[in-house]
């Protein structure tokens, strides 16, 4: 095998709870990432020479800080010795600082892709470890199921959730994840809740209304959609919000009445992602 191309799915947090904060500044959390069928894609060509190439490169982000490029370097450094380069080509669709997880995805579809194709033949559990130093949502996508997290994230159980359909608008603004981690006014106290709790609604996204509160932005597009849904709510650290709906005709319904400023996408929600099957235990 010399190429591959794969799907970097999408997630949305149905909830995110802050529960506290550890010494070392990281935030213990529960949440519930529901993977999605849609996403960025990446593909992968080995090349006869060392050189790793990304095209294209993405407006101010430098090229060995991207996550594509540093999920390659830390599998490089592990490796017993020297590895072909390969030609990576992103067909970027998720937004920057969305809170979808676009590059997160974008680490965790790399780690596998050249896992596979440099035959390093890694464990599921090795690559997670190698995807947790990338960051604290890159697990998720390297185990390739929606899940309940707790931690940081990295505590991940497999959930089942019922079949969706999410309408996804994408306010025009990026969100900084470490903005809102270290605000003064984020909830960082929220108790910790069982799977049960959250069926009966019981949950809410901690940083949703500080976000609101800074960004007018994610605070107009939930004003917009809670009109349909009055359960929609925003995803992670946001921007983007979501609602879901029983079918995809009903998504696609709102989403023909969004106003022209606030562009969306639908997408289904998955049990597992196509990396899950790439990786083995």
Not at 21 to 33: A, C, N, V
Not at 77 to 103: E, F, N, T, W
Not at 105 to 122: D, E, I, P, R, Y
């Amino acid at each position: 095998m010399t190429e591959l191309t794969l799907l970097a799915p999408a997630k949305l947090n149905l909830f995110l709870h802050i529960t506290g904060r550890r010494p070392d500044g990281y935030h213990q959390l529960q949440t519930l990432f529901q993977l999605l069928d849609y996403g960025d894609t990446l593909s992968f060509n080995l090349r006869q020479d060392a050189s790793l190439r990304l095209t294209p490169e993405l407006p101010g982000v430098c090229f060995e800080e991207n996550l594509i490029i540093r999920a390659a370097r830390a599998l490089q450094k592990i490796a017993p010795g020297p590895l072909p380069g390969v030609d990576i080509h992103l067909h970027k669709r998720l937004p920057m600082g969305g809170g979808i997880g676009g590059g997160s995805s974008n680490a965790a579809t790399t780690l596998v892709a050249l896992n596979k194709l440099w035959q390093l033949g890694l464990s599921r559990a090795e690559l997670l470890t190698i995807g947790a130093g990338l960051g604290a949502d890159v697990p998720v996508f390297i185990n390739g199921r929606t899940a309940w997290a707790e931690g940081i994230g990295e505590q991940l159980s497999p959930i089942k959730t019922p079949d969706c359909w999410y309408l996804v608008l994408t306010p025009q603004c990026h969100v900084s994840t470490a903005e809102i981690f270290c605000h003064k006014d984020l909830t960082r106290d929220t108790r910790p809740i069982k799977v049960a709790a959250f069926s009966q609604g019981g949950s809410q996204n901690d940083c949703e209304a500080l976000v609101r509160k800074l960004y007018p932005e994610v605070d107009n597009a939930l004003i917009w959609l809670k009109k349909f849904s009055p359960s929609a709510r925003m995803t992670g650290t946001g921007a983007c919000v979501f609602a879901a709906f029983e079918s995809e005709p009903e998504a696609n319904q709102v989403l023909a009445q969004a106003p022209e400023n606030l562009p969306g996408f639908v997408a289904q929600g998955i049990v597992k992602s196509p990396l899950y099957d790439l990786v083995s235990d």
